[in-house]
């Protein structure tokens, strides 16, 4: 396929799935029950956090999760209790649990309180064309309270070479503003061109099979590969492809 057919044919399929139909299936679902901006944010990064592994068991664990933050996230987070964090004791995901759950709640609280709120630390950390040192600064602010070593995997990091899917994919929905209602566009301060793809499983076999990355691992490494390819075919708006790299491999098993 020619770069010119390759664009037109990924164009159509980013727009293809990049509507509000694609809310009801997706993990972005969650944040979009909220209208206030920390709300979503919280939303956003809690359930980014856990969606990994069964789609189903991703949104009935997130819907779990904003229930014990009784549905005022940022409330939440700022003003609870020891006692009130007791209740997080039962909660589970795969290997994150409610001791991973409540160091998250202080860490969130630490970074409002004290650094101005998730968006700050991204524009502060940000680099022209690239968010994922961004993301590595994010990890060391959200870990500089006493934690437990295991939480710390649950945040991944793209300088020890991680493809930082989950956080990536926060990231879009924070920054990319779609004018089709799924991404939220709430942070200004921040372009749609200094993102990077979730690179997952799906988005990765398809992304082989059209050319666009020829790296086996799905690593930090892949992601700049997949990335630069990207940013030709669109530079300002290169992750709106990521609606099309997994739509083909979910939806359409291509």
């Known amino acids: ?3 010119s057919e390759l664009k037109s044919f990924l164009d159509f399929k980013a727009e293809q799935y990049n509507t509000p139909e694609f809310i009801a299936t997706d993990p972005v679902q969650i944040p979009h029950q909220f209208s206030k901006q920390e709300d979503i944010e919280i939303a956003g990064f809690l359930t980014a956090t856990i969606a990994w592994g069964n789609r189903k068991s991703i949104l ?4 779990r999760l904003m229930d014990l933050l009784e549905r005022s996230p940022h409330d939440f987070v700022i003003n609870h209790s020891e006692n009130d964090l007791k209740k997080m004791a039962n909660f589970v995901h795969r290997t994150f649990n409610g001791l991973d759950l409540e160091y998250f709640i202080k860490a ?3 970074i409002y309180l004290k650094h101005s709120g998730i968006e700050n630390i991204f524009i502060k950390y940000a680099e022209a064309d690239n968010l994922q040192p961004a993301i590595h600064q994010f990890k060391k602010i959200f870990f500089e309270l006493p934690h437990l070593s295991r939480t710390e995997k649950h945040v991944s990091d793209p ?3 991680s493809a930082a899917k989950r956080i990536n994919m926060y990231l879009r929905w924070m920054v990319r503003k779609d004018n089709c209602g799924v991404d939220f566009g709430l942070w200004n301060a921040l372009k749609p ?3 990077s793809c979730p690179l997952d499983v799906h988005s990765g076999n398809v992304a082989r099979k059209l050319n666009l990355l020829k790296r086996k691992q799905n690593d930090a490494k ?3 590969e997949l990335d630069a390819a990207l940013r030709k075919l669109d530079p300002k708006d290169p992750v709106k492809y990521d609606f099309a790299l997994f ?3 979910v939806f359409e098993k291509y």
Not at 60 to 63: G, H, I, K, L, R
């Open 108 to 110: 969130l609280q630490n």
């Open 247 to 249: 739509g083909l491999g």
């Open 1 to 3: 396929m020619k770069k």
């Open 60 to 63: 009935n664990n997130a819907n």
């Open 159 to 161: 300088l020890k070479n």
């Open 193 to 195: 061109s200094q993102l």
């Open 222 to 224: 892949a992601l700049q």
